[in-house]
């Protein structure tokens, strides 16, 4: 009788604890806002890397270039369990189907004498119509997810098993004309509005309305969306959790996605903005210095930065730039390595401290903010 008192006093204790916990995070999830946090995320989240044989034949031609691109991801779905916040996804137009169906690298190989490699594309995807994700056409095109469509719904799945995460945070490259620096190798097509149109209507055909942030719910009545930007107008983790937010990288590519649609009315994507513009709310600073981004941020931008490029941090472990980065206050630090994915040379790895999937922004979190509401890993 007395143990299972003791185990019933105990269970009382945990669920006030769970409830005090459940509550405090409410109360703060009304004062922190989606840009006063911060969250790790990986470039080209998408790339699962090299076969053997491939591997073997883009170093021995192009080693300057390959040395940039040795890294590879985990499954988003891993990416996500492991913490990552923000993912990467470069996206290429294929509304026949087959464009990118029978990469060079393949041939290549063979004709080197190398080993076969495992088939690339197992449930013929590639031959598919619709949008494709991809790195480097003919060289690099082992991907964790071929359709774009297939990447969001591995996400929304994650999203509804998990659903009182931070919003995550989905980084859009549109890749157009050379992809790739093996001679004659297949050429991606540009883009027009049209093609915006299409890509906007596949996110809208996996996610819901009510599952994403977009430019419009943030703007509200005010004139520009840079004018509800400065006014802090960014909404609050309380109105944000279990959300998504698209994100435009290419700065050449917002004219085609903004005709007809001034402001992003109606649009899914933030367009990559400056400090001025009446689109800025999203501003990219991939290589930003630390002071030049905390201003940013200050002022009530959402920045993206890296932490690492073309895999030099990961082979000589130099932290200084993660470091920065950190301290600057950008909301997402993008990298090739995040804490579950360490360099192999060296162990370097980016994440936030004590196991933190995401935490109070170092530079305009709200003073009392608790990083251990924020969200741990699960």
């Given at each position: 009788m007395l143990r299972f008192l003791s185990a019933g006093l105990l269970a009382a204790v945990s669920f006030a604890s769970f409830t005090s916990w459940a509550q405090t995070q409410s109360a703060q999830d009304k004062l922190i806002h989606l840009n006063q946090i911060q969250v790790i995320g990986t470039h080209?989240?998408?790339?699962?890397?090299?076969?053997?044989?491939?591997?073997?034949?883009?170093?021995q031609h192009y080693p300057k270039v390959y040395h940039g691109v040795e890294y590879h991801h985990q499954?988003?779905?891993r990416q996500l369990d492991a913490g990552v916040r923000q993912l990467e996804l470069d996206i290429v137009q294929d509304p026949a189907g087959g464009r990118f169906a029978h990469p060079k690298i393949v041939e290549l190989t063979k004709e080197a004498g190398l080993p076969a490699d495992p088939d690339f594309d197992p449930n013929h995807e590639w031959i598919r119509p619709g949008f494709k994700v991809l790195?480097?056409?003919?060289?690099?095109?082992?991907?964790?997810?071929?359709?774009?469509?297939?990447?969001?719904?591995?996400?929304?799945?994650?999203?509804?098993?998990?659903?009182g995460h931070v919003?995550?945070?989905?980084?859009?490259?549109?890749?157009?004309?050379?992809?790739?620096?093996?001679?004659?190798?297949?050429t991606a097509e540009p883009w027009i509005t049209a093609t915006w149109n299409a890509m906007d209507a596949e996110i809208r055909s996996v996610f819901k309305e009510n599952e994403i942030i977009t430019p419009d719910k943030v703007r509200g009545n005010a004139a520009t969306l840079e004018e509800a930007v400065l006014a802090g107008k960014w909404p609050t983790l309380a109105n944000a959790r279990g959300k998504v937010v698209f994100l435009l990288y290419n700065r050449k590519s917002a004219p085609a996605y903004l005709e007809g649609h001034a402001m992003m009315k109606g649009r899914v994507l933030f367009v990559n903005g400056r400090p001025?513009?009446?689109?800025?709310?999203?501003?990219?600073?991939?290589?930003?210095?630390?002071?030049?981004?905390?201003?940013?941020?200050?002022?009530?931008?959402?920045?993206?930065?890296?932490?690492?490029?073309?895999?030099?941090?990961?082979?000589?472990?130099?932290?200084?730039?993660?470091?920065?980065?950190?301290?600057?206050?950008?909301?997402?630090?993008?990298?090739?390595?995040?804490v579950s994915e360490p360099a192999p040379w060296t162990g370097y790895t980016v994440g936030l401290p004590n196991g933190l999937a995401a935490r109070c922004n170092p530079i305009n979190a709200p003073a009392g903010c608790r990083d251990e509401l924020i969200e741990k890993k699960k």
């Open positions: 080209n989240s998408y790339n699962l890397g090299f076969a053997p044989s491939e591997a073997k034949y883009f170093e499954t988003l779905t790195h480097l056409g003919d060289l690099n095109q082992r991907s964790a997810c071929i359709l774009f469509t297939s990447c969001l719904k591995e996400i929304r799945a994650w999203s509804k098993a998990h659903r919003p995550i945070f989905l980084l859009i490259e549109d890749k157009q004309g050379r992809l790739s620096p093996l001679p004659g190798a297949v001025g513009e009446p689109e800025a709310g999203f501003v990219e600073q991939d290589q930003g210095k630390a002071d030049e981004i905390s201003a940013l941020v200050k002022k009530g931008y959402l920045v993206r930065t890296r932490a690492d490029f073309n895999t030099d941090q990961g082979r000589t472990n130099d932290t200084t730039r993660k470091d920065e980065t950190l301290r600057s206050g950008a909301q997402m630090v993008s990298t090739d390595f995040p």
